[in-house]
DNA sequence: GCCGTTTTCGGCCCGACTGTTTTCAGTCG
């Protein structure tokens, strides 16, 4: 099928638009949700929604049938879709570039679009401004004051971060979360501080903090977190609630609770919202009705002090965090067809290490020594390959056998861990790889990977990854999607071939644990253990600390439905080195 | 418009906060 490639950003604004146009023009309330639902799902979605068209999955998504996938298909193979511009032909146009102001919805955006005549999304923001600035707003109906300051600081709120603001990774929110769970234990009244939403499903990115307050005394709680002395501005306080942004930019939303509900709270908030709705739906269809206060049954509510009660009610296991992203869990869960997730303390060896000798910042033995400490059996040094172009073919023998020299003297001089040696390789652009057979045949470990020209068509870095898998000694496939988190998008390869190479060859991909790679990504991960593909957790590291972000990609495994059994190194040495033919 | 553990017809998630109102609409999560 040739179409019209569209980013999954892009539909989703084109529905946004179409929903704010069917609010107001009153639309059927319930074909509205149908809308909400299907684009807050879409949003959510890590594949390409032009490819599930391409392949006709469209309706594979859950919220879209016939109507929906019908409209897709049609702007997917046109561009636009009749039914959308007819819908938006008699609104003003300006409106549209409202939906993105902070505090305003379709109803808004449409007053005000109306009321300033600002019929084309030509300097549309910015006319609104000048009204605003001029005073006029606060004199429409159902304006005031207020919300004319608040849309002029909105307003020049998306000025200011012009490029959508970018969410923050995992391990950044990881240090605000332990500052802010550090001022709040202070208050004595505090019970409990958990940082719940995507941070706590292990999202390899973080918006904003949903942080639910256990508290025997909420008033008192909300007053000492406002003492916080990272906020910047408190947008609202109430008494159950309050949201600020942090001077970092961050927003953060705490939320009272009694230690007695503080189950309800918990899952609430940890969503994700297409979980909960999932999980909302299904209770309906039991006679529960859920919320953060806990569920009612029968006018009846019943206060849950943890999650297991929570979902035990509902008839269901405890879904760990990582999976309530309203994909299959409660499916699964129904079935009681979990599988034992992988943990940290599985892993039993991290084989894609940098040194000093590349790009890395410490020496061999450093790397190794970290590696003991992490209680690994066996740790892999693999640097960059130097390149035989660049350096000649002489020096880079040198450098290798001087390499395997050092590691045979730390593997003589010690028992406590094995260290293997091998080197990461560029999977050239003429799909070679950056170094020749004779030398490959000799390493203990060989991880190739794309560092470069990673914007080829899509049969191109197909053809780049076969050729690299059916290389008789490449062990690894690093960082497989190339993505770098906020930075660039992953390249695009035809993943089944990908697959079906990996498994037929028995070669494994890597799941980088790096912070913004974490790359294979979750659902490609899902994806790669249904086809019997193996996979292997690596830190990637390039200083010592950087070993510790393996915790990052065991996180990523999980929320893939990795169980130890996928990821080879959990294996203990011996099973190990059988694994990748070692020895 | 979507969807199925009482359903292929007839339902469809819930509550807090703000600002503008004087009982509520709009927005957000």
Request: hydrophobic residues 40%; glycine residues 6%; charged residues 30%.
């Amino acid at each position: 099928m040739e179409g019209k490639r569209i980013s999954n950003n892009e539909v989703v604004k084109i529905l946004e638009e179409i929903l704010a146009a069917m609010e107001i023009k009153s639309a059927n309330s319930f074909r509205i949700r149908a809308y909400q639902n299907a684009v807050s799902i879409l949003d959510n979605l890590t594949v390409s929604i032009y490819d599930l068209w391409e392949n006709k999955k469209l309706q594979e998504i859950p919220g879209v049938g016939p109507g929906i996938a019908a409209h897709l298909n049609e702007l997917f193979s046109t561009g636009q879709v009749a039914e959308f511009e007819q819908a938006k032909e008699d609104l003003p146009e300006g409106m549209f570039e409202f939906l993105e102001l902070r505090g305003v919805g379709a109803k808004r955006a449409f007053k005000l679009a109306s009321a300033f005549k600002i019929n084309s999304r030509e300097n549309a923001r910015e006319r609104l401004l000048e009204a605003g600035e001029a005073g006029k707003i606060r004199n429409l109906e159902g304006f005031g004051e207020k919300t004319e300051e608040k849309i002029i600081d909105a307003i020049k709120e998306q000025k200011k971060s012009k490029n959508e603001k970018q969410r923050m990774l995992l391990t950044h929110a990881e240090q605000i979360v332990e500052r802010i769970k550090e001022h709040m234990v202070k208050c004595k009244e505090v019970k409990e501080v958990v940082a719940c939403g995507s941070f706590r499903r292990r999202n390899p990115t973080v918006g904003d903090l949903d942080i639910p307050i256990s508290t025997t005394n909420p008033e008192k709680a909300i007053k000492h977190f406002l003492k916080f002395d990272e906020i910047l501005e408190v947008v609202n306080q109430g008494e159950k609630k309050a949201t600020v942004i942090l001077k970092n930019d961050i927003q953060v939303d705490i939320y009272m609770s009694t230690p007695e509900a503080f189950g309800s709270m918990l899952q609430y908030f940890t969503g994700s919202k297409q979980h909960n709705i999932l999980l909302r739906t299904y209770a309906l269809s039991k006679g529960m009705s859920l919320s953060e206060y806990g569920i009612k049954k029968g006018g009846k509510l019943k206060e849950y002090a943890n999650e297991e009660d929570f979902y035990k009610e509902l008839g269901l296991p405890c879904i760990v965090p990582e999976l309530r992203n309203g994909n299959y869990e409660i499916e699964a869960a129904k079935e009681n067809k979990f599988p034992k997730l992988i943990t940290p303390e599985d892993i039993k060896g991290d084989i894609h290490v940098h040194t000093e000798l590349s790009d890395g910042v410490n020496t061999i033995e450093e790397m190794v020594e970290k590696a003991k400490a992490l209680g690994y059996e066996y740790v892999g040094i693999t640097d960059h390959a130097p390149s035989v172009s660049s350096r000649g073919m002489g020096t880079v023998l040198k450098m290798v056998s001087d390499t395997r020299k050092k590691i045979e003297e730390i593997n003589e001089s010690q028992k406590d861990i094995k260290v293997l040696f091998g080197y990461e390789v560029n999977i050239l652009v003429d799909e070679t790889l950056g170094l020749p057979d004779d030398i490959l045949k000799d390493l203990d470990i060989v991880i190739a990977g794309i560092h470069a020209a990673f914007d080829q068509d899509k049969g191109k870095i197909t053809a780049r990854y076969l050729a690299a898998l059916n290389n008789p000694y490449v062990d690894v496939l690093s960082h497989p999607a190339g993505r770098m988190i906020n930075e660039r998008d992953g390249t695009d390869p035809d993943w089944r071939k990908v697959f079906d190479a990996a498994r037929e060859s028995n070669k494994i991909l890597e799941i980088n644990a790096q912070p913004d790679r974490l790359d294979l990504p979750d659902d490609l991960i899902k994806e790669a253990i249904e086809w019997g593909v193996k996979l292997i957790i690596n830190s990637d590291a390039h200083a010592l600390e950087q070993m510790d972000f393996m915790k990052y990609g065991v996180f990523n495994a999980r929320r893939g439905w990795a169980e130890s059994k996928d990821i080879v190194n959990t294996l203990p040495y011996k099973e190990f080195v059988k694994e990748l033919g070692i020895g």
